[in-house]
Antibody
Framework: EVQLVESGGGLVKPGASLRLSCAAS????????MSWVRQVPGKGLEWVGL??????????EYAASVKGRFTISRDVSQNTLYLQMSSLKTEDTGVYYC???????????WGQGTPVTVSS | QSALTQPPSASGSPGQSVTISCTGT?????????VSWYQQHPGKAPKLMIY???ERPSGVPDRISGSKSGNTASLTVSGLQAEDEADYYC??????????FGGGTKLTVL
């Protein structure tokens, strides 16, 4: 069974950094396209970025709102996807989900999410 | 790029059908067949209900259906049940490794 478990969220001040983790089971993160998606409280969903599977180059793509500040990576030995967030802004507040991508940014398995609050 | 446009709310009585619309542009919904719909219950993660406009993942009942015409996609829930009460989000591939979501529609079963 495919399962994703996020962790690492918390309360940080503007300008701070935070690293989120997404532990995967039931598949190998190296073999899957994966994304981070966030949800602003009481609002909709926003795609944050993706990491291609190794066979497709293993490179990331990012939404314009986070490009240059966020970095997606993976650790195959831990079977874990990461989201390194820096220069955090108040508008980065939300619940962050990792998800597997069945193709064309269609997300078929989601974690339970980890909340991030950026506030002074 | 702006989010896709969904009505904030929709409702129906048990057993009835309800359709939720999702409007985009020729650069997203109108340009690709990669429209998806997600169901989200309070405090839970989104769940994929429809992909590629009208395809259902394994386990999603056939009373859930999707369609598209031009720049507008639609989700229809037939034979409404109490468990269908949730938020529904549409999404569309928008080219260049980018996806847009709708603002969400709260479906209430009366």
């Amino acid at each position: 069974e495919v399962q994703l478990v996020e962790s690492g969220g918390g309360l940080v001040k503007p300008g701070a950094s935070l690293r989120l983790s997404c532990a995967a089971s039931g598949f190998t993160v190296n073999d899957a396209w994966m994304s981070w998606v966030r949800q602003v409280p009481g609002k909709g969903l926003e795609w944050v970025g993706l990491l291609r599977r190794r066979a497709s180059g293993g490179t990331p793509e990012y939404a314009a709102s986070v490009k240059g500040r966020f970095t997606i990576s993976r650790d195959v030995s831990q079977n874990t996807l990461y989201l390194q967030m820096s220069s955090l802004k108040t508008e980065d507040t939300g619940v962050y989900y990792c998800a597997t991508d069945r193709g064309w940014l269609t997300f078929d398995c989601w974690g339970q999410g980890t909340p991030v609050t950026v506030s002074s | 790029q702006s989010a896709l446009t969904q009505p904030p709310s929709a409702s129906g009585s048990p057993g009835q059908s309800v359709t939720i619309s999702c409007t985009g542009t020729s650069s997203d919904i109108g340009g690709y067949k990669y429209v998806s719909w997600y169901q989200q219950h309070p405090g839970k993660a989104p769940k994929l209900m429809i992909y590629e406009v009208s395809e259902r993942p394994s386990g999603v009942p056939d009373r859930i259906s999707g369609s598209k015409s031009g720049n507008t996609a639609s989700l229809t829930v037939s034979g409404l049940q109490a468990e269908d009460e949730a938020d529904y989000y549409c999404s569309s591939y928008a080219g260049s490794n980018f996806v847009l979501f709708g603002g969400g529609t709260k479906l209430t079963v009366l």
